[in-house]
Structure formats: structure tokens, C-alpha cells
């Protein structure tokens, strides 16, 4: 029978398909890989037609052309993709103010990625039970000035989960961060009796220990779907050039035409609009750092 599905997993060389409210374990016709046109010809997320048979396998027969995808280099790769997930519509950020500690600078890299695959994008400030810190009111501030939904909330207490839950309804939504910033535990709360595997925080290193090791989506009880990836260390650009990098800042380029030099990359040049801004307390100065970080790390 011919069936239309997404995949929800992946297992070596099978995949999980959802269809009707079934699943089928379906393996790839040959055609799909010589025809397709990255590392990763079949992803979380993709919408196939496959062909199935009583004993709930299946054949993915053809993989639907994709509308969006998360990706980052492929091992080994700097030009090569790996698709993380496809068909999605936002990524939610996902950080800790404590254990591991709150790292704006990836969380920039983050939302970057998200304007580069074209998604929506959301930051979710997680561990609040562990106290409030400074620097989590004044990024909460600076992502809500340049429109970046962001809830700050418990997965322990429940805290603030009834106002991410309605930004995660009838989306597709990817999480991504760091291990150990309690993705798999939010999913644990949003999702009744779905009972994910929850990783710890190294006491040496107070970095999160892998609990997530595939890529998986799951459909929420009040509509949508969300992918929980593994923790990423670090996130690579790659396709970003130095020149430009302040559009990825809106707060940056309100005062960039203001620039005493054309093509200012508002680091060394004097007179530099976006520098004073900074002094004067209109740019926040984590966000500029965070821009000469990623600025300095391009080739």
C-alpha cells in the first residue's frame, strides 16, 4: 500500500515513519540516494510517500521536496551540509541561567542560524528555580527590543510553561543548545507519559553530559511538532562572511548608517556609531561582544 508519512526517527539505515497514527520501519530506495542532493537524503522531519507492508515495514519511495532545514557541517566538512532537521518553522533556543551557565554568545549563534534557514526563532531561558541572575533580565530586555519572543521558565516547577506553550502550538519547532539545559526535560513536562531520558551536568566541567543521542520529533498534545536534537558544543557558520555579519544585529544596524566610514565593521574604526551606541547604553554590550566574537571567528 501507498501511503503518505513523516519521519520521526532514524535508526542506522531505517526510519521511523508516522502515517494515519501508525508507524512503519522503512528502509531507502537506492533511487533516493543517487538522486539526492546533500549528506543526508532522508532527515527528521521530511514528509515521504512510502510503500508498506503487513508486518509494519516499508519502503521511503520518494522524499517531498523540502520548504526549510536546520543543518550544520557535515564531520569532516566545511562545505558539506548535515541536515538536522527539515521542514520546520522556528527554532527555539534553548539555554540554562544555571548548571550549565548562561552563554549568550551561542545563543546569538543560534538565532543567526535560524535567520539563515529562514525560521522563526524563540529563546527559552531555562532553571529558574535556581535563582535569577542579572544578565537573564537584560536579555530578556535585548531579544524582546528586536522581537525575539523569549520565556524564561522552570521544567522542574512548571514555571512559565504555560506561556511557551502556545508559542509551540501548531508549529514545528526545533530545540537547540547546549546538553544539560533541560531540553529533554521541558519536552518531559509538555509531553504527558513521553519520558525521555534526562542527562546531568558534569560537577567538574559544569557542562551538560549527552542524554539525547538521536534526533527525534514529537507531536505536541495541543497540535505542532517538536524536533529535541543533541546538545550542540558549538555551531558552526559557515556560510557567513565578515562583511554583512552586523544585518544578523538589527540593534547594530539602526546606528551602522550613521558610521563616520562606508563598510565600518564597527571594531577598529574610529568614529564608529555603533561603538558609541554601545558607551551610551543603546546596543547591550553582550550582544555587541557577541558580534566581534563571531566577527573574529569568520574566515
Given at each position: 500500500?501507498?501511503?503518505?508519512?513523516?519521519?520521526?526517527?532514524?535508526?542506522?539505515k531505517?526510519?521511523?515513519?508516522?502515517?494515519?497514527?501508525?508507524?512503519?520501519?522503512?528502509?531507502?530506495?537506492?533511487?533516493?540516494?543517487?538522486?539526492?542532493?546533500?549528506?543526508?537524503?532522508?532527515?527528521?522531519?521530511?514528509?515521504?510517500?512510502?510503500?508498506?507492508?503487513?508486518?509494519?515495514?516499508?519502503?521511503?519511495?520518494?522524499?517531498?521536496?523540502?520548504?526549510?532545514?536546520?543543518?550544520?557541517?557535515?564531520?569532516?566538512?566545511?562545505?558539506?551540509?548535515?541536515?538536522?532537521?527539515?521542514?520546520?518553522?522556528?527554532?527555539?533556543?534553548?539555554?540554562?541561567?544555571?548548571?550549565?551557565?548562561?552563554?549568550?554568545?551561542?545563543?546569538?549563534?543560534?538565532?543567526?542560524?535560524?535567520?539563515?534557514?529562514?525560521?522563526?526563532?524563540?529563546?527559552?531561558?531555562?532553571?529558574?528555580?535556581?535563582?535569577?541572575?542579572?544578565?537573564?533580565d537584560?536579555?530578556?530586555?535585548?531579544?524582546?527590543?528586536?522581537g525575539?519572543?523569549?520565556?524564561?521558565?522552570?521544567?522542574?516547577?512548571?514555571?512559565?510553561?504555560?506561556?511557551?506553550?502556545?508559542?509551540?502550538?501548531?508549529?514545528r519547532?526545533?530545540?537547540?543548545?547546549h546538553?544539560?539545559?533541560?531540553?529533554?526535560?521541558?519536552?518531559?513536562?509538555?509531553?504527558?507519559?513521553?519520558?525521555?531520558?534526562?542527562?546531568?551536568?558534569?560537577?567538574?566541567?559544569?557542562?551538560?553530559?549527552?542524554?539525547?543521542?538521536?534526533?527525534?520529533?514529537?507531536?505536541?498534545?495541543?497540535?505542532?511538532?517538536?524536533?529535541?536534537?543533541?546538545?550542540?558544543?558549538?555551531?558552526?557558520?559557515?556560510?557567513?562572511?565578515?562583511?554583512?555579519?552586523?544585518?544578523?544585529?538589527?540593534?547594530?544596524?539602526?546606528?551602522?548608517?550613521?558610521?563616520?566610514?562606508?563598510?565600518?565593521?564597527?571594531?577598529?574604526?574610529?568614529?564608529?556609531?555603533?561603538k558609541?551606541?554601545?558607551?551610551d547604553?543603546?546596543?547591550?554590550?553582550?550582544?555587541?561582544?557577541?558580534?566581534?566574537?563571531?566577527?573574529?571567528?569568520?574566515?
Amino acid at each position: 500500500m501507498i501511503v503518505n508519512g513523516i519521519v520521526v526517527r532514524g535508526h542506522g539505515k531505517s526510519f521511523i515513519i508516522r502515517s494515519g497514527g501508525q508507524e512503519f520501519s522503512c528502509e531507502i530506495r537506492g533511487k533516493i540516494k543517487y538522486w539526492a542532493d546533500s549528506t543526508t537524503p532522508v532527515a527528521v522531519g521530511d514528509d515521504v510517500v512510502i510503500s508498506t507492508n503487513r508486518d509494519g515495514s516499508g519502503m521511503i519511495e520518494v522524499v517531498e521536496k523540502r520548504r526549510s532545514m536546520f543543518c550544520r557541517p557535515a564531520k569532516g566538512s566545511n562545505q558539506d551540509k548535515q541536515i538536522i532537521a527539515a521542514n520546520i518553522d522556528q527554532l527555539a533556543v534553548v539555554a540554562s541561567v544555571k548548571q550549565p551557565t548562561l552563554k549568550p554568545g551561542l545563543i546569538d549563534r543560534f538565532l543567526i542560524s535560524a535567520q539563515l534557514g529562514n525560521l522563526k526563532s524563540l529563546v527559552i531561558i531555562n532553571k529558574i528555580d535556581l535563582g535569577r541572575i542579572p544578565l537573564l533580565d537584560d536579555l530578556q530586555k535585548a531579544y524582546s527590543d528586536i522581537g525575539i519572543p523569549n520565556y524564561a521558565i522552570s521544567a522542574i516547577t512548571g514555571e512559565g510553561l504555560d506561556l511557551l506553550e502556545p508559542a509551540l502550538a501548531e508549529h514545528r519547532t526545533i530545540f537547540a543548545g547546549h546538553s544539560g539545559v533541560g531540553k529533554s526535560t521541558i519536552l518531559n513536562h509538555l509531553i504527558p507519559g513521553l519520558n525521555l531520558k534526562v542527562g546531568d551536568v558534569s560537577e567538574h566541567t559544569n557542562r551538560g553530559i549527552h542524554a539525547t543521542s538521536s534526533i527525534e520529533l514529537f507531536e505536541l498534545p495541543h497540535g505542532g511538532y517538536v524536533v529535541d536534537s543533541p546538545g550542540l558544543k558549538v555551531l558552526g557558520l559557515w556560510e557567513l562572511q565578515k562583511k554583512g555579519l552586523d544585518r544578523y544585529f538589527p540593534e547594530l544596524c539602526r546606528f551602522a548608517d550613521n558610521c563616520r566610514f562606508a563598510g565600518c565593521c564597527h571594531i577598529p574604526e574610529p568614529d564608529c556609531a555603533v561603538k558609541n551606541a554601545v558607551k551610551d547604553g543603546l546596543i547591550p554590550e553582550f550582544r555587541y561582544k557577541g558580534y566581534v566574537t563571531i566577527y573574529n571567528s569568520l574566515s
